[in-house]
């Protein structure tokens, strides 16, 4: 059937005021979830304008571009977005006083972290101002968007000096509708980005890996006609039939005929919108239906025919569900061959800025290197280049939001914040067949609060999406029973969810002797299946150490992998893993003058893609369990 939350869904979006605004809750009560609105739903896939390029910026570490000097609004000397010719006014109004000035200001190429701008904005953190122009022609009748990627941390975005909106967090997709405030010919966009965190925030300011502040996925102005498809999800239900859900946007919205197609199978679904634009169906798949997984990553143009509007998509059917401690994907129990990665590109100085090439180049290494089926993006919604670059290379994902270590878990609005956040990760990616887990946490201490924060979020994520499995990355408790060293895996949050997750750095994090980790002992009361979401060991690329037993060599991090695999094939209940990590990636954490300069060295390559020892330890264990059906390990 289709999920509650899609009803729950299209109550909340018609409910919306807009712009999207995470509600502010009574201090006591669980806050109500907020949803994105506008979603665009597959909006890198309509008609759009790119304005990735040049674009000038301009640092604000003082942010004197949003309050004065006894705050208050800036004076006009430091309001980057007005839209204004500065150096003209200087020169029509010789007196006037002007402390900016945009249009003859530095520039970069975005989409694109700043750090990489110029060598003195590697370590910068605060506010940027970026403004560019570009020219349109809006049609009468058509409605327009301005669809942010990411922008990472605080983004405000105004539009020839108007202000549009604003949006928090870092790695979700949003949008803004500016219909009506576009003109004929040149028009200014300016974006303040603020990579600056509070503890109240998410990730609060602590986590281990770079902050790539700014606009780091692509900017577009997206276009559709006055009532067009704002949300949709196509899927293949739990029973096998193909499920299609809409909600359309705009004065003709309401009982209007709709038509679902597949055109690759001959599949014509007619239909027609309740009064709120709504629509949801379902339909036998047709016998040619070939499903996705891995081994066939089989993706199909799908369409939803809505008066002036087509709104398209290319999605995989497939069903995931688990039973007892097996995972089953199209219903056949499989083993995740994973490994987990940061957004981050190969490369000696990365930008985060992920191209499908990029793309391509990480996943491929897994799939083809390691011999891999799944990824887990860490720790946070990546782009959707990457997602759809999973979905078509056949990885399987999961996916989640950076609830990561301290969380201000006793502070209702953190929790609003956090809701917020998972609905713009499902609302962007629930038509992805390779993404089929939704994670709510990472290595949380465990309190009443963070218990009732993560079970509230878990409960959300099923209510949104009753086709997928929820998880989060647990912490174990370490005991010892007659000599054995024995694991207890007994986290208050696993009741909420649908698979284990337990992060393990044995023999990393203590002295334990490699060859001790092969006997370690993992006890689970819940018939559930475990995944190891973090395990892992650091080497610097070329660092070797002949007796072995250097942290830091090539050769302790394959031994490492070596004996923590023996220890992996012996839990009966274990049903995949996602070893820490792919590559080398960027932490101010890891400072060690020698071995890690500013990296977390854990990863199987270095940053420019050389493969360390332990990179073959894996790939062999992967390929084996391939080679013997992929179900058991
Ligand atoms: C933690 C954490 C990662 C971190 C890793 C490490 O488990 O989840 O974000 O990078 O361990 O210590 O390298």
Redesign the pocket.
């Known amino acids: 059937m289709l999920g509650r939350g899609w009803r729950r869904l299209t109550i909340a979006m018609v409910a919306l005021a807009w712009p999207a605004c995470a509600a502010t809750p009574s201090p006591d009560a669980t806050p109500a979830l907020t949803m994105p609105h506008p979603v665009l739903a597959a909006g890198d896939m309509r008609q759009h304008l790119d304005l990735s390029g040049v674009w000038h910026y301009s640092i604000d570490p003082y942010r004197t571009g949003d309050a004065g000097f006894h705050g208050g609004d800036p004076g006009a000397s430091q309001r980057r977005y007005a839209d204004i010719d500065v150096a003209q006014q200087m020169r029509d109004h010789p007196s006037a006083l002007y402390e900016f000035d945009m249009a003859r200001a530095p520039t970069a190429t975005l989409p694109s972290s700043w750090l990489t701008h110029s060598p003195d904005m590697r370590h910068y953190q605060g506010l940027v101002w970026y403004q560019r122009h570009f020219t349109v022609d809006p049609k009468p009748g058509e409605r327009e968007f301005l669809r942010f990627g990411a922008a990472n941390y605080r983004a405000q975005i105004y539009l020839n000096g108007k202000r549009v909106g604003e949006h928090e967090g870092g790695f979700t997709t949003f949008a803004f509708e500016v219909t009506g405030l576009l003109r004929k010919g040149d028009n200014q966009i300016t974006v303040g980005v603020d990579s600056a965190r509070a503890p109240e925030d998410l990730p609060p300011p602590v ?3 770079e902050t790539y502040g700014g606009l780091t996925r692509a900017v577009t102005l997206v276009t559709t006609p006055a009532t067009y498809v704002d949300n949709a999800w196509v899927r293949l239900s739990r029973d096998g039939r193909i499920a299609v859900s809409a909600h359309l946007d705009g004065k003709a919205a309401g009982d209007l005929p709709v038509t679902f197609r597949i055109p690759a199978l001959g599949l014509a679904l007619p239909g027609k919108t309740d009064g709120n634009g709504d629509w949801s169906t379902t339909v036998a798949a047709p016998a040619a239906l070939k499903r996705w997984s891995p081994d066939s990553p089989t993706l199909y143009d799908v369409q939803i025919a809505a008066g002036d509007d087509v709104w398209k998509d290319r999605v995989g059917f497939r069903t995931i569900a688990v039973r007892g401690h097996d995972i089953l994907l199209n219903g056949k129990p499989i083993f995740l061959r994973g490994i987990a990665l940061h957004e981050e590109e190969f490369g000696g100085n990365p930008t985060r800025a992920i191209t499908p090439e990029a793309a391509r180049a990480l996943l491929s290494e897994v799939k083809d290197g390691l011999h891999g089926n799944y990824v887990r993006l ?2 946070y919604p990546h782009s959707e280049v990457m997602t759809r670059m999973a979905d078509k290379l056949g990885l399987i994902v999961w996916s989640e939001i950076p609830i990561y270590w301290m969380v201000d878990f006793k502070n209702p609005e953190v929790l609003a914040k956090a809701q917020h956040m998972l609905a713009e990760e499902i609302e962007r990616d629930r038509d992805r067949a390779s993404i089929i887990i939704w994670s709510v946490g ?2 949380t201490p465990i309190t009443p609060a963070r218990n009732h924060f993560l079970s509230t979020l878990a409960a959300e994520a099923h209510s949104l999406d009753d086709s997928r499995l929820v998880s989060a ?1 647990l912490l174990v408790d370490r005991g010892s029973e007659n000599g054995k060293t024995v694991f207890n895996i007994n986290d208050p949050l696993i009741p909420s969810l649908d698979v284990m997750a337990v ?1 393990t ?1 044995n023999g990393w994090y203590s002295e334990d002797p490699l060859p001790s980790l092969a006997d370690f002992v993992w006890r689970s009361p819940y018939d559930k299946p475990l995944i190891f979401s ?1 395990l ?1 060991a650091a080497a610097k690329a070329g660092f070797h150490d002949p007796t072995r037993s250097h942290k830091f060599s090539e050769e302790f991090q394959a031994d490492y992998y070596k004996y923590t695999l023996a220890m992996a094939s012996r839990i009966p209940f274990l049903r995949g893993m996602s070893p ?1 990590v792919l590559k080398d990636f960027r ?1 101010p954490r890891r400072q060690h003058p020698v071995y890690q300069q500013g990296w ?1 060295r ?1 990863g199987l390559v270095s940053p420019t893609g050389v493969r360390k020892e332990a990179f073959g330890v894996l790939a062999g264990y992967y390929a084996k369990i391939a080679a013997e059906g992929g179900a058991a390990h």
């Open positions: 986590t281990d890996w860490a720790h990472n290595e990355a992060n750095y973090e892992g820490w932490s977390n854990k």
